[in-house]
Structures are given as structure tokens and as C-alpha cells.
């Protein structure tokens, strides 16, 4: 597991400051270019885990460019190129303090919400006699405040959201319209690979120019969670778990060891072969979301092959 991409400290030519999330790291250049670098850190209930995740970073990044690229006719996004498998390079936005959650299945968060009893998540209703993993009426909106390095995304109401001017109701509008408009695209992508898009997240910003924009990832198994199509109704018919593509599994897992990311509780070992079954489950996603073979870079070297291929690119942009 040596060779895993942990975090970077890179030092380019014309950059002016580091942003260090969860997982990905972004590079700010004097141009108002931004290098977005996937790392293979993995975060669960918003709390980094102490290893990382063999190839999960390449999984990502590689997943996000894809699905950024086959919504593109109907979302404008920030991407500019991808000169590394863990790297992408776009325009620098103002990012917007709100997560677009958007669910077509009542299943993790909401789920555990609804079980405590509440049938209001985020100011929308979610209707009675409803079952785990049971489809919406139609897809709900359940926005979540941004969080930094290690807090925990909390839920937020549409109204709070302009009640408190973190986002004005004429862009607030445009988000709600290409929350659902990239969930529909999605929707269609997955179901063409046997796959129901489950629930999902998205992220915005706002150019220099006004432009809102799609950012971060997209439809990938850590920001979507995902259903098998095949048997997924006679699951739900029989009350048993659905078959899932996202990194559930690994929640799971963490709380059948007694972690749920709450104040005071210690992060469980993660042995080498659970950390491979990881890798490999990460890489299933990846297969099984595009419907291509999944190609290993080349991690001998991985944080100079980085550097490498972000000073080649930066070095062709016109100064």
C-alpha cells in the first residue's frame, strides 16, 4: 500500500495557494487556472480514514471526466483537460457554500432520517409508508451546507438557504434546474449500464464572468450511490438490502465496527487485505459506471509522474 497518494506539496511556476480537502487537492495559478488533484485519501461520515486506497483517485478523477463530458450539452462545466490520471485542470470559480443533494430513492441519509420518524428532510416532505430503498414520487432536492476539513455536512432547507443569503433565489434557481436536469442525465446513463442512480450530489461555482458552472466530481461512487437494476424489485418485494455501487460498503463496515465518525470514537484498523478488497471494489465501480475495463496507471513513481504531466501542461497554455 506504499504507493498510494496520500496528500502533495507541489511547488509550480505562477501558483498562488493550496486548498486541501477531504480528497482532493486544488492547485490556484495566477491565470485563474485550477489543478484539481484526486488523491486516494478515503472519507466516510466526513472523517479522512488513516490509509489510503490503491488506484481510488485515478477511479475518481476518471469517472468525474467522463460524466462531466456527457453532460456538458446541458450544464456548462469548469473543465479544461485531464494531463494526468489523477489530475484535472479548469477554470477558477467562486465556489457556491451548498452541496446539491438530489435522491430518487429513499436510502442512506434520508433513510436513517426517516426511521427516527421525521417525514421532513430539508423542508421537502417525504411521504408515509414508504419502505428502505423505495423510489420518490419524484426526485427531492435535501441541499447540505458545505463543510470544512473534518465537520460535518449539515442539512439546510431551500429557505434557509435564501433566508440567510448564502446563495441569492435567481442563482438558487439555476442550481435547482441543473440538479435535476444532470440527475435526469444521469438517470438515463445508468440505466444503460443496468444501474439505477440511487441519489447523488452536485457541486457549483461562478466564474469570473458570471457564469455558473458544474465543479468537483460528478456521478462518481463516492458523491452517488448506485443500485443494480437486475433483482432490484424483487429485493425490494422480499425486504432484503439492495445490491449497491457506491462506497457504502465501506459505511457499513464501519459501523458494524462500531464507527459513525461521532466525537470520541476511534477510526477501526484497516487491515492490508481489506484495503485491497477496497481497491478492487473501487475499480468494479468503475467498470460497471462506464462499461470500460479499468487501465492501472503507473504508481511506482506517482507523485513524480504527477508533477511531470502538470508542469507539461502548464508549460503549452499561453501566458
Known amino acids: ?178 440538479t435535476r436536469a444532470l440527475f435526469q442525465r444521469g438517470t438515463e446513463i445508468a440505466a444503460g449500464r443496468d444501474l439505477i442512480l440511487v441519489d447523488t450530489k452536485y457541486e457549483f461555482g461562478k466564474t469570473k464572468d458570471g457564469e455558473i458552472v458544474l465543479i468537483d466530481e460528478i456521478h462518481t461512487p463516492d458523491s452517488s450511490r448506485y443500485f443494480y437494476a437486475q433483482g432490484y424489485q424483487e429485493r425490494q418485494d422480499r425486504g432484503e438490502p439492495q445490491k449497491q455501487l457506491s462506497k457504502e460498503f465501506v459505511r457499513q463496515w464501519l459501523l458494524s465496527n462500531g464507527f459513525q465518525g461521532l466525537e470520541g470514537q476511534t477510526v477501526p484498523e484497516m487491515g492490508d487485505a481489506y484495503i485491497q478488497s477496497v481497491s478492487e471494489r473501487y475499480i468494479e465501480l468503475y467498470e460497471n459506471i462506464t462499461g470500460e475495463a479499468f487501465e492501472k496507471a503507473d504508481i511506482s513513481n506517482i507523485h513524480e509522474r504527477i508533477a511531470l504531466n502538470i508542469a507539461t501542461y502548464l508549460g503549452q497554455l499561453s501566458p
Open 1 to 178: 500500500m506504499a504507493n498510494t497518494l496520500m496528500g502533495t506539496d507541489f511547488h509550480f511556476p505562477g501558483q498562488k495557494s493550496v486548498y486541501r480537502g477531504k480528497v482532493r487537492e486544488v492547485y490556484h495559478f495566477e491565470n485563474d487556472i485550477l489543478v484539481m488533484i484526486a488523491t486516494d485519501r478515503l472519507s466516510a461520515f466526513d472523517v479522512v480514514m488513516p490509509k489510503g486506497i490503491p488506484y481510488k483517485g485515478q477511479i475518481l478523477n476518471q469517472i468525474a471526466t467522463k460524466m462531466m463530458e456527457a453532460t456538458q450539452d446541458i450544464v456548462p462545466n469548469w473543465l479544461m483537460a485531464t494531463p494526468d490520471p489523477n489530475v484535472a485542470v479548469g477554470k477558477a470559480c467562486t465556489p457556491f457554500k451548498v452541496e446539491m443533494v438530489i435522491r430518487g430513492y429513499l436510502s442512506g441519509h434520508a433513510a436513517r432520517e426517516y426511521r427516527l420518524g421525521k417525514r421532513l428532510l430539508c423542508g421537502v416532505p417525504m411521504p408515509d409508508g414508504m419502505m428502505e430503498n423505495d423510489p420518490f414520487p419524484e426526485p427531492i432536492i435535501t441541499p447540505a451546507t458545505k463543510a470544512e476539513k473534518g465537520d460535518h455536512d449539515e442539512d439546510i432547507s431551500r429557505d434557509d438557504i435564501l433566508g440567510r443569503g448564502i446563495v441569492s433565489e435567481e442563482d438558487y434557481s439555476i442550481l435547482e434546474k441543473y
